[in-house]
């Protein structure tokens, strides 16, 4: 079992930057995969970002490529979102999630979740 706390959502105007992170207690960290969706109110969960236990591979949702970047640091129990050039259409509940997924986009891969952090873009 492992634990995940999301922080660091709030209000940023468009064009703005946000970091979330995610800390992980409970089983060891680097056990698992770490990604992050975001649920907007009247839509499904949506895969924003993935990477592997040990960083060397990430991957993107073409929504966010080029804007956001996934990292960890293991000997921290953290993940990371760095959130830049924040759009309207980025607001969200934004989840971590973690596990030895193999689909990574597929939200029912992941069998870990946080509670989520509220991202708002808006001027």
């Known amino acids: 079992q492992v634990q995940l706390v999301e922080s660091g959502g709030g209000l940023v105007q468009p064009g703005g930057s946000l970091r979330l992170s995610c800390a992980a207690s409970g089983r060891a960290f680097t056990d698992y995969a770490n990604s992050w969706f975001r649920q907007a109110p009247g839509k499904e969960r949506e895969f924003v970002a993935a990477?592997?236990?040990?960083?060397?591979?990430?991957y993107y949702a073409d929504s966010v490529k080029g804007r956001f970047t996934i990292s960890r640091d293991n000997a921290k129990n953290t993940g990371y979102l760095q959130m830049n050039s924040l759009k309207p259409e980025d607001t969200a509940v934004y989840y971590c999630a973690a596990d030895k997924a193999s689909w990574w986009s597929l939200a029912s891969s992941w069998g870990y979740w946080g509670r989520g952090t509220q991202v708002t873009v808006s001027s």
């Open positions: 990477i592997s236990w040990n960083g060397g591979t990430t």
